[in-house]
C-alpha cells in the first residue's frame, strides 16, 4: 500500500524540470475553490491560506525530495486561493440596491451591440439623479432603443433610463451574469426609450484610444460598406457595433466566432507578419543587414505591434492572453531561446491567473489555453519525425492547416459544448476554407494602417474586403448547411474538472504514464451522458416557468424574458426558439393563468398503471402574471402559485406561493423529484461579496395534496 503511495512521488522527481507547467494547473485549483465556496471565506479561511504557506514554502526548500512535489502543489493552491480573494476585494465596487428610474449622466468608454442587437453603451463618470456618489456604480451599461447614431466615446450623455443590478444566474448552477459584471466593475445594466442628450465632446487626451479604435472603424466601414466591412474593423480594431445580429449567428453556427475574438489567431497573423516585413525588409539593406541583428529589431518592432494591438482591441482576456504568449516568444527570441514551449504557455497563463483569477472562470482564458497548449503538444510531438524528415516541403503549409484546425478543434470542443451548448459539425471545414484568407485579411490590415497617412491605402483595404466577403460567404454556407450545429446538454458539475484533468494529465506526463488520462476522461464524458435536467424552472421574476416534458422544455409565455428562456433552452440542449417552446403541451389556461402539472413520482411512491401513465400523488401548478392576480382561485386548485408580483396582505395556507418577494432572496429556482417530494434549489444558494446579500434561505419540500388523474397528467 506505501508503494503505490510513493510510486507517484517518484515518478514526479523523475520529471523534474519539467514539472512547470503544473503551475498554473495547480494555480488554478486554488482560485476554483475560492470561487466554489458558498460563504465568503473570511479571516479565518485567508488566514489558513497564509499560514499554509510557511510549511509549503519550508518544505519545498528544505523538506524531504519525495514531499516538495506535495509542498508546490500546496503553495500553488494557497497562492491561487488568496489571490482570487485579493482580486475581489480590490474590485469591488457600489452595485444598485434597488431599481432606479431616471436621468443618467456619464462619459462614454465603450459602443458595442446587446444580444438583441440594439445598440449599446457603457458609461463610466457615472451620475444617477441625486444618487450619493458613494453608491454610486462605478460602470453602467445602457442600450439604446431606436435608430441611434453610434456615438464617440469620450463624450459625456445625458440619457433617461431604466437601471437595475446586474441578473445573477438565469438557473441554479449557470452561468452568473452578476458575478462577471462585479469583475468588470458594471454596477447596474439597463435601457432607454428617450433620445440620447449630448452633454460635452470629449477633452483632449480624453480616451485616446477608444476614439483611435472609432475612427479607424469608421474608416474601415467607410472603404467597405456593408457586413464586410464592420467584419474586418471587428477583427482588425474590435469595434462590433456595425455587426449584424444575422451575421453574429452565421459566425457562431459555422465555428468561425473565434476570428472576432481578438485572440491568439489574430495576435499571431499580425505580429508575425510585422516580424516578417522587418525583419525581411531590412535584409534588403545589405548596410544595415551587415551591422545590425535584424531579427532581434524584428522582435522589439512586432513587441511593439502586439502591444499597441492590445490596447487599441480593448484588452479582453483572449487578447491578453494572447500579447503574453507573444511577448514570451518576443522575449525568447531576444535571448536565444526556443520560442514556442510548454514552459512559455505556462509563464503566460501563471501571470494572467495572478493578475486577473476570475478569468479562470470565462470561456475565453479555457479555449485560448486549451488550443494553444494542444498545438504546441501536438506539433512538438510531430516536429523531427513527421515535419521535418518524412514531409516534403511543399505539403508541409497545408498539412501545418488541416493539422491545427484538427487538433485546435478537438482540444476546444469539449470547452465550447459546455459554455455554448453546441457542436458545430462543419466546423474543421469552414475553419480550413478561412483561416488563410484570415491571414491575408490581418497582413492588408497592418498595410493599410501603415499606407493610410499617405492616402495609399486603397489597395490594402480592398484586399481586405475581398477576404472578408470570402469569411462572410462561408460562415452562411456553412451555418446552412443541415445539421450544422447539434445541441448538447449541459455538463454537470464534475463533468469539466474531470476533462480538464484527462487534458492536462494527456499533454503533462511522459511515457505510459499518459495512459492514466483515459479514467478521468472516460468518467466525465459519462457524467456528461447522464446529465439531467430540471423538472421546473422558474425565473427571477416570475414571469416565466419552463416545465420539462416529452417533446423539450415548454414555456409559459412566448414573449419576453428572452435571455433567461434561451438560456434554458440553450442548456437542455434545444435548437428551438421562445414562441416555438411555448406551444409544446404543458402549459393551459390563459395567459394570465398558466396552469400545468408535474407528474406523479412513479417508481418512488405507491400507484397505479393507468393507460400507460402513473396514478399517484402528482403536483398541479398555476403561473399569475398581471397586475391583480386571482390568488385565492388558484391556490383552491393548485399545490404551487407563481406569481410574478408582490403578494400583500395573507397567503393562503392551502397552497404555496412564490411571488417576487421570496424570488428576489433567492433568484430563479429549479425544482427536482426527490423521492415521494420535489426539492426547491435556489440560484442564489451562496453570499458572496457580488452577491451583496445573505444567502436565500432554505425552502421546504414540495409535497403533492391532490389526487392527480391519468387525463391530468396527459
Not at 519539467?18 to 475560492?34: E, R
Not at 438583441?116 to 441625486?130: C, E, H, K, M, P
Not at 443590478?165 to 469583475?183: H, K, L
Given at each position: 500500500?506505501?508503494?503505490?503511495?510513493?510510486?507517484?512521488?517518484?515518478?514526479?522527481?523523475?520529471?523534474?524540470?519539467?514539472?512547470?507547467?503544473?503551475?498554473?494547473?495547480?494555480?488554478?485549483?486554488?482560485?476554483?475553490?475560492?470561487?466554489?465556496?458558498?460563504?465568503?471565506?473570511?479571516?479565518?479561511g485567508?488566514?489558513?491560506?497564509?499560514?499554509?504557506?510557511g510549511?509549503?514554502?519550508?518544505?519545498?526548500?528544505?523538506?524531504?525530495?519525495?514531499?516538495?512535489?506535495?509542498?508546490?502543489?500546496?503553495?500553488?493552491?494557497?497562492?491561487?486561493?488568496?489571490?482570487?480573494?485579493?482580486?475581489?476585494?480590490?474590485?469591488?465596487?457600489?452595485?444598485?440596491?434597488?431599481?432606479f428610474?431616471?436621468?443618467?449622466?456619464?462619459?462614454?468608454?465603450?459602443?458595442d451591440?446587446?444580444?438583441?442587437?440594439?445598440?449599446?453603451?457603457?458609461?463610466?463618470?457615472?451620475?444617477?439623479?441625486?444618487?450619493?456618489?458613494?453608491t454610486?456604480?462605478?460602470?453602467?451599461?445602457?442600450?439604446?432603443?431606436?435608430?441611434?447614431p453610434?456615438?464617440?466615446?469620450?463624450?459625456?450623455?445625458?440619457?433617461?433610463?431604466?437601471?437595475?443590478?446586474?441578473?445573477?444566474?438565469?438557473?441554479?448552477?449557470?452561468?452568473?451574469?452578476?458575478?462577471?459584471?462585479?469583475?468588470?466593475?458594471l454596477?447596474?445594466?439597463?435601457?432607454?426609450?428617450?433620445?440620447?442628450?449630448?452633454?460635452?465632446?470629449?477633452?483632449?487626451?480624453?480616451?485616446?484610444?477608444?476614439?483611435?479604435?472609432?475612427?479607424?472603424?469608421?474608416?474601415?466601414?467607410?472603404?467597405?460598406?456593408?457586413?464586410?466591412?464592420?467584419?474586418?474593423?471587428?477583427?482588425?480594431?474590435?469595434?462590433?457595433?456595425?455587426?449584424?445580429?444575422?451575421?453574429?449567428?452565421?459566425?457562431?453556427?459555422?465555428?468561425?466566432?473565434?476570428?472576432?475574438?481578438?485572440?491568439?489567431?489574430?495576435?499571431?497573423?499580425?505580429?508575425?507578419?510585422?516580424f516578417?516585413?522587418?525583419?525581411?525588409?531590412?535584409?534588403?539593406?545589405?548596410?544595415?543587414?551587415?551591422?545590425?541583428?535584424?531579427?532581434?529589431?524584428?522582435?522589439?518592432?512586432?513587441?511593439?505591434?502586439?502591444?499597441?494591438?492590445?490596447?487599441?482591441?480593448?484588452?479582453?482576456?483572449?487578447?491578453?492572453?494572447?500579447?503574453?504568449?507573444?511577448?514570451?516568444?518576443?522575449?525568447?527570441?531576444?535571448?536565444?531561446?526556443?520560442?514556442?514551449?510548454?514552459?512559455?504557455v505556462?509563464?503566460?497563463?501563471?501571470?494572467?491567473l495572478?493578475?486577473?483569477?476570475?478569468?479562470?472562470?470565462?470561456?475565453?482564458?479555457?479555449?485560448?489555453?486549451?488550443a494553444?497548449?494542444?498545438l504546441?503538444?501536438?506539433f512538438?510531438?510531430?516536429?523531427?519525425?513527421?515535419?521535418?524528415?518524412?514531409?516534403?516541403?511543399?505539403i508541409?503549409?497545408?498539412?501545418?492547416?488541416?493539422?491545427?484546425?484538427?487538433v485546435?478543434?478537438?482540444?476546444?470542443?469539449?470547452?465550447?459544448?459546455?459554455?455554448?451548448?453546441?457542436?458545430?459539425?462543419y466546423?474543421?471545414?469552414?475553419?480550413?476554407?478561412?483561416?488563410?484568407?484570415?491571414?491575408?485579411?490581418m497582413?492588408?490590415?497592418?498595410?493599410?494602417?501603415?499606407?493610410?497617412?499617405?492616402?495609399?491605402?486603397?489597395?490594402?483595404?480592398?484586399?481586405?474586403?475581398?477576404?472578408?466577403?470570402?469569411?462572410?460567404?462561408?460562415?452562411?454556407?456553412v451555418?446552412?448547411?443541415?445539421?450544422?450545429?447539434?445541441?448538447?446538454?449541459?455538463?454537470?458539475?464534475?463533468?469539466?474538472?474531470?476533462?480538464?484533468?484527462?487534458?492536462?494529465?494527456?499533454?503533462?506526463?511522459?511515457?505510459?504514464?499518459?495512459?492514466?488520462?483515459?479514467?478521468?476522461?472516460?468518467?466525465?464524458?459519462?457524467?456528461?451522458?447522464?446529465s439531467?435536467?430540471p423538472?421546473?424552472?422558474?425565473?427571477?421574476?416570475?414571469?416565466?416557468?419552463?416545465?420539462?416534458?416529452?417533446?423539450?422544455?415548454?414555456?409559459?409565455?412566448?414573449?419576453?424574458?428572452?435571455?433567461?428562456?434561451?438560456n434554458?433552452?440553450?442548456?437542455?440542449?434545444?435548437?428551438?426558439?421562445?414562441?416555438?417552446?411555448?406551444?409544446?403541451?404543458?402549459?393551459?389556461?390563459?395567459?394570465?393563468?398558466?396552469?400545468?402539472?408535474?407528474?406523479?413520482?412513479s417508481?418512488?411512491?405507491?400507484?397505479?398503471?393507468?393507460?400507460?401513465?402513473?396514478?399517484?400523488?402528482?403536483?398541479?401548478?398555476?403561473?399569475?402574471?398581471?397586475?391583480?392576480?386571482?390568488?385565492a382561485?388558484?391556490?383552491?386548485?393548485?399545490?404551487?402559485?407563481?406569481?410574478?408580483?408582490?403578494?400583500?396582505?395573507?397567503?393562503?395556507?392551502?397552497c404555496r406561493?412564490?411571488?417576487?418577494?421570496?424570488?428576489?432572496?433567492?433568484?430563479?429556482?429549479?425544482?427536482?423529484?426527490?423521492?415521494?417530494?420535489?426539492?426547491?434549489?435556489?440560484?442564489?444558494?451562496?453570499?458572496?461579496?457580488?452577491?451583496?446579500?445573505?444567502?436565500?434561505?432554505?425552502?421546504?419540500?414540495?409535497?403533492?395534496?391532490?389526487?392527480?388523474?391519468?387525463?391530468?397528467?396527459?
Open positions: 500500500m506505501v508503494r503505490w503511495l510513493i510510486w507517484p512521488l517518484e515518478a514526479l522527481l523523475m520529471m523534474r524540470g519539467l514539472l512547470f507547467p503544473w503551475v498554473p494547473i495547480f494555480l488554478g485549483v486554488g482560485i476554483s475553490l475560492w470561487f466554489g465556496l458558498q460563504q465568503e471565506p473570511g479571516l479565518k485567508y488566514g489558513a491560506a497564509v499560514v499554509a504557506l510549511p509549503a514554502l519550508w518544505f519545498w526548500r528544505r523538506g524531504p525530495d519525495l514531499a516538495q512535489p506535495l509542498a508546490v502543489i500546496a503553495l500553488c493552491v494557497a497562492v491561487g486561493f488568496l489571490a482570487a480573494g485579493a482580486r475581489a476585494h480590490w474590485v469591488a465596487s457600489p452595485m444598485l440596491d434597488r431599481p428610474y431616471g436621468p443618467v449622466q456619464g462619459r462614454i468608454i465603450e459602443v451591440r446587446s444580444g438583441s442587437d440594439a445598440l449599446r453603451i457603457t458609461l463610466d463618470q457615472v451620475v444617477l439623479g441625486d444618487r450619493p456618489a458613494e454610486t456604480p462605478r460602470l453602467v451599461r445602457i442600450s439604446l432603443r431606436g435608430d441611434t453610434v456615438p464617440d466615446p469620450g463624450q459625456v450623455v445625458l440619457v433617461t433610463a431604466r437601471l437595475a443590478a446586474p441578473e445573477g444566474p438565469t438557473e441554479p448552477g449557470g452561468f452568473d451574469f452578476r458575478r462577471m459584471a462585479f469583475f468588470d466593475g454596477g447596474a445594466v439597463g435601457y432607454t426609450r428617450s433620445p440620447m442628450v449630448l452633454w460635452q465632446e470629449p477633452g483632449p487626451g480624453v480616451q485616446v484610444i477608444n476614439r483611435l479604435r472609432m475612427y479607424m472603424s469608421r474608416g474601415i466601414m467607410a472603404a467597405l460598406p456593408g457586413d464586410a466591412g464592420a467584419f474586418a474593423s471587428g477583427a482588425m480594431t474590435g469595434d462590433r457595433s456595425g455587426i449584424s445580429k444575422d451575421t453574429v449567428a452565421a459566425l457562431r453556427d459555422s465555428n468561425l466566432a473565434h476570428l472576432l475574438a481578438i485572440s491568439g489567431m489574430n495576435m499571431a497573423f499580425l505580429t508575425g507578419f510585422v516578417v516585413l522587418v525583419r525581411y525588409g531590412l535584409a534588403l539593406v545589405p548596410p544595415l543587414a551587415l551591422r545590425v541583428n535584424t531579427k532581434k529589431l524584428a522582435a522589439v518592432v512586432a513587441f511593439g505591434v502586439a502591444l499597441f494591438y492590445l490596447l487599441l482591441s480593448g484588452a479582453n482576456v483572449a487578447t491578453e492572453r494572447a500579447f503574453l504568449m507573444v511577448t514570451v516568444m518576443l522575449g525568447a527570441v531576444l535571448f536565444d531561446r526556443r520560442a514556442l514551449t510548454m514552459r512559455s505556462a509563464l503566460s497563463g501563471v501571470v494572467l495572478l493578475w486577473q483569477p476570475e478569468s479562470l472562470t470565462e470561456p475565453g482564458f479555457q479555449l485560448s489555453f486549451a494553444t497548449v494542444a504546441i503538444a501536438a512538438g510531438g510531430l516536429d523531427r519525425r513527421v515535419m521535418q524528415e518524412r514531409l516534403p516541403r511543399w508541409i503549409p497545408a498539412f501545418t492547416l488541416v493539422l491545427s484546425s484538427v485546435a478543434g478537438i482540444a476546444t470542443a469539449p470547452f465550447a459544448a459546455a459554455h455554448f451548448n453546441r457542436f458545430t459539425d466546423g474543421l471545414v469552414a475553419n480550413l476554407l478561412t483561416v488563410p484568407m484570415m491571414s491575408l485579411l497582413g492588408a490590415g497592418a498595410v493599410a494602417a501603415l499606407l493610410a497617412p499617405i492616402g495609399l491605402a486603397g489597395p490594402a483595404l480592398w484586399v481586405m474586403g475581398l477576404a472578408a466577403r470570402w469569411i462572410l460567404f462561408i460562415a452562411h454556407w451555418a446552412g448547411l443541415h445539421g450544422a450545429v447539434t445541441p448538447i446538454v449541459a455538463p454537470g458539475p464534475w463533468v469539466m474538472p474531470l476533462i480538464v484533468a484527462a487534458g492536462a494529465w494527456l499533454v503533462l506526463m511522459r511515457g505510459r504514464a499518459r495512459a492514466g488520462a483515459v479514467l478521468p476522461l472516460a468518467l466525465g464524458m459519462g457524467l456528461w451522458a447522464v439531467e435536467r423538472a421546473l424552472l422558474i425565473s427571477s421574476d416570475g414571469g416565466l416557468a419552463g416545465l420539462m416534458g416529452p417533446q423539450g422544455r415548454a414555456l409559459s409565455v412566448a414573449k419576453g424574458a428572452g435571455f433567461t428562456a434561451g434554458w433552452l440553450e442548456n437542455d440542449g434545444d435548437l428551438a426558439a421562445q414562441d416555438a417552446a411555448a406551444l409544446r403541451p404543458g402549459f393551459a389556461g390563459p395567459k394570465s393563468a398558466r396552469v400545468f402539472t408535474l407528474p406523479a413520482l417508481g418512488r411512491m405507491s400507484g397505479l398503471e393507468l393507460n400507460g401513465q402513473a396514478q399517484g400523488k402528482g403536483l398541479r401548478g398555476v403561473a399569475l402574471t398581471g397586475k391583480e392576480p386571482d390568488l382561485a388558484a391556490c383552491a386548485q393548485a399545490d404551487l402559485v407563481i406569481v410574478s408580483a408582490y403578494v400583500d396582505g395573507g397567503v393562503p395556507s392551502a406561493v412564490i411571488d417576487r418577494k421570496i424570488l428576489r432572496q433567492t433568484g430563479a429556482l429549479a425544482i427536482w423529484p426527490d423521492g415521494t417530494a420535489w426539492q426547491i434549489i435556489p440560484a442564489a444558494r451562496s453570499a458572496r461579496i457580488w452577491m451583496g446579500q445573505n444567502p436565500a434561505p432554505d425552502l421546504p419540500p414540495l409535497i403533492p395534496r391532490r389526487e392527480i388523474l391519468s387525463q391530468d397528467i396527459q
